[in-house]
T-cell receptor, first 115, second 115 residues
């Protein structure tokens, strides 16, 4: 059973460009979460999605950030018009349905650098 | 919303000694408390978790205790080894869109095990 997959692993963007980060959950997992981690800091919740639904986006900035988890294909975190402050590691996690839903398994992360 | 405090921020022990990391949480509705280990440049890995219906859980050299009345939980690592060196994060679940799957993380503890 493959783990959570994320790509790309490293992404360099110039200020003003768009960044697209992809996450494929573990097989059988129906919940996807995105977290941001700044150097030497903890993981900050951004958004929680199920297939075709955003359940909770309370941690995601209202401007420039969006997320989706379509019926087919990976979940995508999209950052428009990136700024230097967006440089961080972005981790995706997935969890199974049911009572075990809180058990989250993380992908390897995408390290975004904005130059 | 949920707030998780973690102490200490750094911990240095000699190989073979025990290490204890403590966390407190604010939301009495939280009922799931995982611990993650993150090595430098790697993904957070779930190492142990505890649900609110038990007070202690053990898995080989690691154990977690939970005091729901005081709203705190702790990670105990016995017979530490150099490969235990990493950043450890505690987390607690929180209400998220009607489910309780969102995790709020502590800021992490950098554990160094000296040979």
């Amino acid at each position: 059973n493959a783990g959570v997959m994320q790509n790309p692993r490293h992404l360099v963007r110039r200020r003003g460009q768009e960044a697209r980060l992809r996450c494929s959950p573990m097989k059988g997992h129906s919940h996807v979460y995105w977290y941001r981690q700044l150097p030497e800091e903890g993981l900050k919740f951004m958004v929680y999605l199920q297939k075709e639904n955003i359940i909770d986006e309370s941690g995601m900035p209202k401007e420039r950030f969006s997320a989706e988890f379509p019926k087919e294909g990976p979940s995508i975190l999209r950052i428009q018009q990136v700024v230097r402050g967006d440089s961080a590691a972005y981790f995706c996690a997935s969890s199974p349905p049911g009572l075990a839903g809180a058990e989250q398994y993380f992908g390897p992360g995408t390290r975004l650098t904005v130059t | 919303g949920e707030n998780v405090e973690q102490h200490p921020s750094t911990l240095s022990v000699q190989e073979g000694d025990s290490a204890v990391i403590k966390c407190t949480y604010s939301d009495s509705a939280s009922n799931y408390f995982p611990w993650y280990k993150q090595e430098l440049g790697k993904r957070p890995q779930l190492i142990i978790d505890i649900r609110s219906n038990v007070g202690e859980k053990k898995d080989q050299r690691i154990a977690v205790t939970l005091n729901k009345t005081a709203k705190h939980f702790s990670l105990h690592i016995t017979e530490t080894q150099p490969e235990d060196s990493a950043v450890y994060f505690c987390a607690a679940n929180a209400d998220s869109g009607g489910s309780n799957y969102k995790l709020t993380f502590g800021k992490g503890t950098l554990l160094t095990v000296n040979p």
